[in-house]
Structure formats: structure tokens, C-alpha cells
């Protein structure tokens, strides 16, 4: 009979790999806990309209990269991603009313239709922080520090900061007609995405990846425009305070005027860390401040900024091994006795196992050396004294101690 393999774009975590993934979940928890974010959970399939009203209609997610489906006439989409459900947790739960800021952070599967290759899934993970109720660009800055102490506590480097401001809806308005007004004469020559982004969303142009298009966006007279600095003195004096605070705790950034991401509903603040290791999806961290989508979504006007990592992308810069060992195994030809200290040692709060089949004891060391740290020996003479001996088996350095659960302190 044919087997059934998983899907394509979807991966098992294998046991190889899941000491990796305790890794990057048991971080998140650690690093965001010290800025007082607590964990939240959302469900992972939600109304669709919360995605089209949330992330927004001229998105590639919403327009390509959904998996909705019917159930009782109504439609429903598995997350692409968690801003969305975690707003919309926020606003259902009364949030706004707990004292501002309220910090939260998650991690969990999202689910994309999209070509999968080297770094992109259809069901990959996100660890992801959301702090609510701060306009100020203290909360930029903090929501930064988050990602940058993650990733430093991960153990990873060579990745690069970049920084943009997206303005607020006022200024950015008189950029987008700017911006359309140098590059109408153009209009035929750009892929169908960008004709379209052209009409609905002009900002998205400079996320393009075709390179025909990249040629018409690289023009003396579209540069300037791009490079120009548009956004009115209030988000002016923002993103200066918050370059302020990047320069004073030296965080290494960089200034990218086409860094626009790709959701549409960011203002002001917009980050991307990448790494210099990964190929071309090389993009491990995005976020941004997104002001008016606690209002569009339903909720009392609160300002907010976030952002979301691939930990599939992050898995893959630690390629180290985290493989787990078992602290103890236990090594006798007397199978009652084994099963008596190994309960004694798990009940002293370490892993411990033994050999179930009662193999020969140079077997049984054998196995012990290739899965366990210490080798606990049960021979005659030790189970008649009520004494262990202790091997560790990196050194193999032995002794033998009473038969108590303090022997591995
Ligand atoms: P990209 O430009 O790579 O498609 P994106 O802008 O769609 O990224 P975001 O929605 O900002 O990505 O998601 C944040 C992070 O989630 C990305 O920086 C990336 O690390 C990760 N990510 C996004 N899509 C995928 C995917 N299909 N598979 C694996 N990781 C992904
Ligand atoms: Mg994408």
C-alpha cells in the first residue's frame, strides 16, 4: 500500500531537532518575561474577515496565501499570521482596560499558501511580541531591545538591524501622490503586482522583488523621491527619539528607505533583522508600529507595535545539535532492583532509564554510554551494601556511594 507522506511545505520536528525548538521556546519565555510580556494563545483558525479587515486586502497574504474553508456557512481561515488574532483577543477580552502597557507575547504554527523552498513553509512557526497602549517611541525602542536580547540570548549574531519610517497616514499621503506622480510614465513597463499596487497601495511598489521592476525604482528621479525625507516633524521627531535610543544602547542599525513590509496596516516604525548567513530568505525578524488596528479591528482607538520571527529561519542558523541526554541509566542484571533505583532517581527529579529487556551488562554499558551521562551499577556486591556505583561516562571517573538520591549532586 502507498504511504502517506506529510504534506508539502509542512515538516515533522523530529526528537533529532525538538531539543532545538525547548531551546528557542524556553528563551522566548525567559527574555520577553524580564520586560513583563506575558504569553498569550489564540486560536489558530479564525474568521476570515478578521485577516481581510486586519492584514489587510492588497496583502499577498490575504490575496494568495490563505487557506480558507467553509464550515457551517462560515468562512474561516487557518492564521497566516498572529497580529490579527491577538488584536482581536485584545479588544474580545477587554484589554485596553488593564494599565497600559499591556505586553504580550506568542509562538505557535501559521499557515501560508505559498511556493515552498529553503526557509519558507506552508505551516512554518513565529515567535512574535505585541506591546499595547504606547505611543511613545519608548515602546519602539523597547519592542526592539526584545527582539535584538532574543536573538543575542539564542546565541546568534552577524544579523543586521533595519529601521524606516512609514510616517502616519497624513504625510504618507503626499509621498504615495509624489511617488505616483514620478512614476505614472513607468506604469506599462511594471510587472501586473505592481500595476496593481500602483492603483491600491503605492507603497508596496518598493517591496517588489522582479528586477525589471527593481531597474525603473533605481532611476535618478524615482530615488529621489524614495530617498527623500517626507514624513511630516511629529513622526520626524519619533523616529529621531527612537534612533536616540538605539545609538545610546548601542544597537547596531542601518536606515532602509524601501523597507515598507508587507502588511498594510504599519505607520511610523517599521524593523527587519536579517541574518548575513541565510540565502535569499534571509529576513528572521519583521515588525512594526501599527496604530489604528485595535480602532479598524472594533476597539478603542489604542496605539501598538509588534513584530513576528521564522523560527524555522532562526532553527536553522543554531544548527548546532541540542540533542537531549538522559541523565542516568541504570545498569544490573537484576531487573527488580533496576526498576527500583530508576524510580528513585526519576522521583529525585532526574531523567533516568534502564535496560527493559535485561540485555548482558557490558551491552547494557554500552547503550548507557551512547544515551546517558552517569552510569549507575548495580552489580551483587553493591545490591547486597545498598551502594551504587557512580560512572560518568564522559570522564570515566567512577565511585561508589550509598545507595541514596544525592550521589549526582
Ligand atoms: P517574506 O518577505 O520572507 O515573505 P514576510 O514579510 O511575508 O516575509 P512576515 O509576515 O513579516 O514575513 O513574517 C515574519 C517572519 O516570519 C519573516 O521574517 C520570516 O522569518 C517568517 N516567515 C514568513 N513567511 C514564512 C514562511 N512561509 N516560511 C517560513 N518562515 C516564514
Ligand atoms: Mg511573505
Known sequence: MAIIKAQKGTKDILPADIGLWHFMEKTALDIFSRYGAKEIRTPIFEATELFARGVGDTTDIVNKEMYTFEKSERSLTLRPENTAGVVRSFIENGMH????PVKLWYKGPMFRYERPQAGRQRQFHQV???????????????VIFMATNYLKALGLNNLSVEI???????????????????????????????????????????????????????????????????????????FEELKTYLNELKIDYSINKLLVRGLDYYNR??????????????????????????KN????????????MGMERLAALLNEKMEYKTHAFVISNNSLEAIKLTEEVRNAGFSCEFDLTNKKFVKQLEK?????????ILGEDEIAQNKVTVKNLETSEQKTVNRDSKFFI
Not at 97 to 100: D, E, M, P, Q
Request: proline share 6%.
Open 164 to 238: 524606516n519610517s512609514l510616517g502616519c497616514p497624513d504625510c504618507r499621503e503626499i509621498f504615495k501622490s509624489k511617488l505616483k506622480e514620478v512614476l505614472k510614465p513607468y506604469l506599462s513597463e511594471m510587472c501586473p503586482d505592481c500595476q496593481t499596487r500602483y492603483e491600491k497601495n503605492p507603497l508596496r511598489l518598493l517591496d517588489c522583488k522582479v528586477p525589471e521592476c527593481n531597474e525603473i525604482y533605481a532611476k535618478p528621479e524615482i530615488q529621489s523621491v524614495i530617498q527623500s525625507d517626507f514624513i511630516c516633524d511629529d513622526c520626524s521627531s519619533h
Open 269 to 294: 516604525t517599521v524593523f527587519e533583522i536579517k541574518s548575513n548567513s541565510l540565502g535569499s530568505q534571509n529576513a528572521v525578524c519583521g515588525g512594526g508600529r501599527y496604530d489604528s488596528l485595535v
Open 368 to 376: 548507557a554510554s551512547k544515551v546517558a551521562k552517569y552510569a549507575l
Open 297 to 308: 479591528l472594533g476597539g478603542e482607538d489604542t496605539p501598538a507595535i509588534g513584530f513576528a
Open 128 to 142: 512574535g511580541v505585541e506591546v499595547f497602549g504606547i505611543k511613545q517611541p519608548t515602546a519602539d525602542a523597547e
Open 97 to 100: 482596560r488593564l494599565s497600559a
